[in-house]
């Protein structure tokens, strides 16, 4: 499966970090009042964003969100990154950015991943703050000197599964959860999902939840056959960003329909959307944690003090929703390198 053809379906595979995730999330504090940008001086240095996959289209829109940061709060950035998809690649870029004697902070897109520990020391030994977006883990599991900006798994998933209650009111059957690897992310998601689900609709089954995976034409097969394995099939629930690809193939290979979510508002799942073909996608908030990364970096360097987690939103958007979205994917596009 070549770069090009990923791109074209929009997959939000976090990769290996999400993919091997093993950190329960903690329950969300309040999040923190804003407080006005620090000094410049105070902030003098340079600022990476550490990542692997770089090529992929959703890890250009959290690169090009942390510039964006950085340009508001007046620090300077640049990217440490690899094409590779390997956590080896990761790890030495990592290693590379906390060895450079011009670092100041660093935003690192490495999840619960015990092999970031010791990275994230070195770090704290030599003074570099460390922010890490998206992958919520246990505060401790990390030095001190490491905080984290993304959404609560343990409760976005709750309106997601009132929205699909909603949608099949009047209906029984059963309703599938696939997930691309089962991790911390996303064994919460589906948890929490199927809890909902059994409080708003008991009625209607919600399946254990099976693995579609990161490849599309193997992720259309699975879901194919839990369709054809359950013929009362209403609706599913995809963790992953692939999902709402994965869903609208199956639905289109059984000719059956069905109430389909998925993650996350790359350009082929709002289209998706907008088409009918998928229900609704979660919007998991990367721009605005990431963005949000060099904003907490800018912060930690000029002394202030700031929450272990700052809690953002991930709400549902559906066929009426999506122009927020759109506008937000058209402005970040021209900047986008091409993937081929």
Known sequence: ?????????????????????????????????????????ATAGKYYWVQNSAWHPVHQLTQLA???????????CELATTDENSIEALVAVAEQTIARPDTKGVAMWFGGLPVAQPIIEKAKAAGIHVVLPHFP????????????????????PDPVAKAMCDALAGQTGSVAVTQNNFNATEDMVAKVFTEGMNKYCPEITVLAPQLEGPEPTQA?????????????LIGALS??????????????????????????????????VKD??????????????????????????????VPYWTVLDAPL??????????????????RMRPTE
Do not use: R
């Open 1 to 41: 499966m070549s770069k090009h053809m990923l791109y074209q379906i929009g997959i939000v595979v976090m990769l290996a970090a999400l993919l091997t995730a093993c950190v329960a999330p903690v329950s969300a504090p309040a999040p923190a009042a804003a407080t006005e940008a620090p000094a410049a001086e």
């Open 66 to 76: 942390f510039l964006d940061g950085c340009a508001e709060v007046g620090i300077e």
């Open 137 to 156: 883990v246990e505060e401790g599991f990390y030095a001190d000197n490491a905080v984290q900006i993304a959404a609560d798994t343990t409760q976005y």
């Open 220 to 232: 259309i097969a699975v879901a194919v056959s839990i369709m054809q394995a359950n013929p009362d």
């Open 239 to 272: 963790t992953t960003g692939g999902g709402p690809s994965t869903w609208a193939g199956a639905q289109k290979e059984t000719g059956k329909q069905i109430i389909a979510i998925g993650m996350d508002y790359t350009q082929v799942n709002l289209d998706l």
């Open 276 to 305: 009918g073909q998928i229900f609704g996608i979660v919007a998991q908030p990367l721009y605005e944690e990431c963005k949000g990364a060099a904003e907490l970096l800018a912060k930690m360097t000029a002394g202030e003090e």
């Open 317 to 334: 958007v559906t066929a009426g929703d999506v122009d927020t979205y759109q506008a937000l994917l058209d402005t970040l596009a021209p």
